[in-house]
């Protein structure tokens, strides 16, 4: 698999979970990574590990769930010592488990707001700087989720995740800028919950493959991190 000496990547919920080892193993290709925790002190392992790779870290802070907070994450990335050239949003939140008829409108904007509207306003921020440089990777992450109804406020959130990112894809055609959402499979995490299939660390190296694409590679698609077990890491 390519190198990124020289790539800055921002990866939400880099905290822990798998967002944290997509950060790790985009350390290990050599990339530099601005992580972000919703305080500084969640980021203290992230950043431990990292210090073994030859890489430079950046941190950013903030809320997903209000504009302030995604406002003040922006501000920090951009003031990190490269751009971002690889955006990884990665953080979500699971919606309640209940009848699909009795959802309230305050669960569906409590779910869009991190899993959409935060990615949407992420992308928007840094997509137009990729544009001019002529690089950038934005992966999306979206869920294999289905027939789970009592679950849809979470998996209709995604269903937008994957065709926000298809119409983005769109814009950048021609471009080098490449949007595709990957799934990263039913992994043992807070929201995937401890009967989940994988163990976290079973993302990598599957997660790190819509980043290293070759310029002007495939764009607006869908990849699962299982499919690329086989990769060596």
Not at 62 to 79: C, F, H, N, P, Y
Not at 184 to 196: F, R, Y
């Amino acid at each position: 698999m390519k190198r990124l000496e020289n790539k800055w990547a921002l990866v939400t919920g880099s905290s822990r979970g798998i967002g944290q080892q997509i950060a790790w193993g985009l350390a290990e290709r050599g990339c530099n990574v601005i992580v972000h925790g919703r305080e500084a002190r969640n980021l203290e392992a992230t950043l431990a590990k990292l210090k073994a790779y030859d890489v430079q870290a950046h941190i950013t802070t903030g809320e997903l769930s209000t504009s302030s907070g995604i406002s003040q994450i922006i501000k920090q990335a951009m003031d990190a010592p490269g751009p971002v050239d690889i955006l990884y949003n990665n953080a979500a939140i699971m919606s309640k488990n209940e009848s699909i008829f009795t959802v309230a409108q305050a669960e569906w904007d409590r779910v869009f707001q991190i899993n959409v509207w935060a990615v949407m306003a992420l992308c928007q921020a840094f997509a137009p700087g990729m544009r001019a440089r002529g690089y950038g990777r934005i992966i999306n992450l979206t869920s294999g989720i289905a027939d789970q109804p009592n679950l849809a406020v979470y998996s209709v959130s995604k269903a937008a995740v994957d065709k926000y990112s298809r119409d983005l894809a769109a814009e950048f055609k021609g471009e080098n800028v490449l949007v595709n959402f990957l799934d990263p499979g039913w992994l043992q995490t807070d929201l995937g919950g401890k009967n989940a299939m994988y163990p976290v660390e079973d993302v990598l190296p599957g997660a790190l493959v819509p980043a290293l694409l070759e310029d002007n590679g495939p764009t607006g698609r869908f990849f699962a991190a299982q499919d690329f077990r086989y990769l060596e890491r």
